[in-house]
């Protein structure tokens, strides 16, 4: 069949992406599902920083690459061996699927899943297989989603039924940044009720750690941005303070809001000084958490003595350490219920010819969590 991708031709092109289009929109082949393999309708993907982050280089992949990874649809048509899935089920899709049999995954570490790791290394499908060809070529797929497109075709593995009640707009948001940010926070964090919380880092997946941590029942949950205006949003969702990193004393400061340090900080930034911020706020005998990506040349340098003496913990947080088909039914009530607003996030929706411009938007830091819209709906500016 013949569906639209955003085509990643070459990486590093300089910015504004308006100028220099490092995403083309083109008509590809796309093979039926094979054994294990769905098609799926999109209705909407997100735009995430890992994305920009393959575009702009900062983390290489082979190309040419049909981009995307955080996505919700329609299954259209399931290939052999699928008995979980049926056509007309909506899904979340995810960009990192559990095998079910590697020693990570009978751990009940899915994201951990070794031949999920070695798939996106190679841009195929769990299976090993590629189903989508240009002219030919054989094309590479985005962490097994390759989510902007009209159609895609994806292992069964990398999907999650929800309830169809659910906004399919909506519900792409819950296949990453939501996974990841609230996952992290609740996870990761093992966050109780009463206990304090920062999150540094206000993006997307920050803020859905932020929800996650008001619905938990922390006190007080700190906001950390260096960008005034995702400050002031963090307050509107319901953070009880909210700081600028930079400022002077900032790190004293949330000392004495915390009576010494907060329980949890949660690193979503991708940046290392944001990470030692983090690890800087938490108090003795806390935990900070890392989700974020920075660049891999990016040191993190801490006191040794200080894990020791002051018995933090420090951890890293991948997909959230989210089981994916317990999790996001589990978020997505909490997003029906009000709870998680997680709606909120959406600044943007655009169309796939305009993605460029969703592109630079997200690096000029002037959105939170834009949406691509497959349907007829008309996006907003």
Same mark, same amino acid.
């Given at each position: 069949m013949k569906t639209r991708i955003a085509l990643l031709r070459e990486m590093g092109l300089p910015r504004p992406y308006t100028d220099s289009k490092p995403l083309t929109v083109v008509e590809v082949d796309l093979d039926d599902p094979g054994p294990g393999e769905m098609c799926v309708k999109i209705a909407a993907a997100g735009l995430c920083h890992s994305d920009l982050s393959v575009i702009n280089g900062d983390r290489p992949r082979a190309t040419p690459l049909a981009l995307g990874h955080e @996505?919700?649809?329609?299954?259209?048509?399931?290939? #052999?061996?699928?008995?979980r899935f049926a056509p007309g089920d909506h899904v979340v899709l995810v960009f990192a699927p559990s095998c079910g049999h590697c020693l990570p995954c009978a751990e009940g570490r899915p994201a951990l899943c070794e031949p999920a790791a070695v798939a996106a290394g190679d841009g195929s499908l769990l299976s090993g297989a590629k189903r989508i060809t240009l002219d030919g070529r054989t094309i590479d797929h985005h962490l097994g989603v390759s989510a902007f497109s009209d159609r895609v075709v994806v292992d069964q593995c990398s999907a999650v039924k929800i309830d169809p009640a659910i906004p399919l707009e909506q519900a792409a948001l819950l296949g990453c940044a939501v996974l990841t940010g609230a996952g992290a926070t609740l996870h990761s964090g093992d966050l109780r009720p009463g206990q304090s919380c920062a999150i540094v880092g206000l993006g997307g997946v920050g803020l859905s750690g932020l929800m996650a941590a008001l619905a938990a029942g922390a006190n007080p949950v700190i @906001?950390?941005?260096? @960008?005034? #205006?995702?400050? #002031?949003?963090?307050?509107?969702?319901?953070?009880?303070?909210?700081i600028d990193p930079t400022e002077d004393g900032a790190i004293e400061r949330i000392k004495e809001l915390t009576g010494g340090g907060v329980d949890v900080a949660v690193e979503l930034a991708g940046a290392s000084v944001a990470l030692r911020f983090a690890y800087d706020i938490v108090k003795r005998g806390g935990t900070a958490v890392t989700a974020g990506l920075p660049h891999p040349s990016d040191d993190l340098s801490i006191p040794a003595t200080s894990l020791t003496v002051s018995e933090k913990t420090l951890r890293g947080s991948y997909v959230g350490s989210c089981v994916p088909v317990r999790d996001i039914p589990r978020f997505a009530r909490l997003m029906q219920a009000g709870t998680m607003p997680i709606e909120q996030l959406m600044t943007h929706r655009l169309k796939l010819d305009d993605i460029n411009l969703g592109f630079e938007r997200l690096a000029a830091g002037d959105a939170i969590r834009q949406v691509v819209l497959f349907d007829d709906a008309e996006p907003s500016a």
């Open positions: @996505a919700a649809g329609v299954v259209e048509s399931v290939g #052999d061996g699928v008995t @906001a950390v941005d260096l @960008a005034q #205006d995702k400050r #002031d949003f963090a307050m509107k969702l319901g953070a009880h303070h909210a």
